[in-house]
């Protein structure tokens, strides 16, 4: 079946330290990732998203990177804050004219002050 | 600033009792969608609109668990009758028109049935 990241790990960090989130896709199909926070009580967030036709793409702080060679998504989080502490999904988006998105489990990121 | 609203944001309800949970997807976007949230499945996709018809519903066991679309600023799920299975955090998101954009997500509706 469908699957994203199917593991859940935890990534402790120093507050300054970057932080990389890595996430495995198995779908060749999916044209179109996201990756979203969830803090402790509410929803997902997104964060920044990227579609296939790229390999990188930048936002404030973060950078995904996408290896379509190896199915394989990774968040970077520069300068990692307190504030970033939270679990990360990817989700992935087969272009099949709905808006279906398909989440991993997660990883949770612990940074210490 | 537009968002996803959810209510009630906790539930506790007995077995066997009706659940009925409300999104207000933001004003403008056309598709919602229902996920249920919990340790062991992660983000399961329930139920899917766009411009208030059902699309995808294929991950709602259709025995108990309903969802509409009332009008394009309400989306209801209800749960008849509800087991201590249903416990988890239910979360609307609705997505704007055109295409495949990102999904925002309201603060969820947290339900213990006993």
């Known amino acids: 079946g469908e699957s994203v990241g199917l593991h859940l790990p935890t990534l402790s960090v120093q507050e300054g330290d970057n932080s990389i989130i890595n996430c495995a896709y198995s779908?060749?199909?999916?044209?179109?990732f996201i990756w979203y926070k969830q803090e402790s009580g509410k929803g997902p967030q997104f964060i920044i998203d990227?579609?296939?036709?790229?390999d990188k793409r930048q936002g404030q702080r973060v950078t995904v990177l996408l290896n379509k060679t190896v199915k394989h998504l990774s968040l970077q989080i520069a300068a990692t804050q307190p504030g970033d502490s939270a679990v990360y999904f990817c989700?992935?988006?087969?272009?099949?004219?709905?808006?279906?998105?398909?989440f991993g489990t997660g990883t949770r990121l612990l940074v210490s002050p | 600033d537009a968002r996803v609203t959810q209510t009630p944001r906790h539930k506790v309800t007995e077995m066997g009792q009706e659940v009925t949970m409300r999104c207000q997807p933001i004003?403008?976007?056309?598709?919602v969608f229902w996920y249920r949230q919990t340790m062991m499945q992660g983000l399961e996709l329930l139920a899917y609109?766009?411009?208030?018809?059902?699309?995808?519903d294929s991950g709602m066991p259709k025995d108990r668990f309903s969802a509409e679309m009332p009008d394009a600023t309400l989306a209801t799920l209800k749960i008849q009758p509800s087991e201590p299975r249903d416990s988890a955090v239910y979360f609307c998101?609705?997505?704007?028109?055109?295409?495949?954009?990102?999904?925002?997500f309201g603060p969820g509706t947290r339900l213990l049935v006993l």
């Open positions: 990227i579609r296939s036709n790229m």
């Open positions: 779908n060749s199909a999916s044209d179109y």
């Open positions: 609109f766009r411009n208030r018809a059902p699309l995808d």
């Open positions: 989700a992935e988006n087969i272009n099949t004219g709905f808006q279906k998105l398909v």
């Open positions: 004003l403008g976007h056309n598709t």
């Open positions: 998101a609705s997505g704007p028109p055109g295409g495949r954009e990102t999904q925002y």
